[in-house]
């Protein structure tokens, strides 16, 4: 069976007038204070649980917040770990 002929069509490349180049601002590296910002807002999280477990019924404030406490740890570390994503 002869092949049917096959019609080249021209690659699109658009016109030059709507093609504006978009200058991209390099972001640097993050301040060094924005670093220890987020990793000790991770480990104070970390350690309003621990203290929790450890000794949160001794604590009068700890214990007066009963399961809250459970949300601000998480909360600490969730808020730590969402600055992780602006981090460069």
Do not use: C, E
């Not at 970390?46 to 007066?64: C, D, E, H, R, T």
């Amino acid at each position: 069976m002869p092949k049917s002929k096959v019609r080249k069509k021209a690659v699109y490349t658009a016109p030059a007038d709507r093609r504006t180049p978009v200058k991209v601002k390099q972001a640097g590296p993050s301040h060094p204070i924005y670093i220890t910002v987020m990793l000790g807002i991770m480990v104070l999280g970390l350690a309003w649980l621990v203290v929790n477990y450890i000794a949160g019924q001794k604590i009068p404030f700890m214990a007066s917040l009963d399961n809250w406490n459970f949300a601000i740890g998480f909360s600490l570390m969730i808020a730590g770990l969402l600055m992780t994503m602006r981090w460069r």
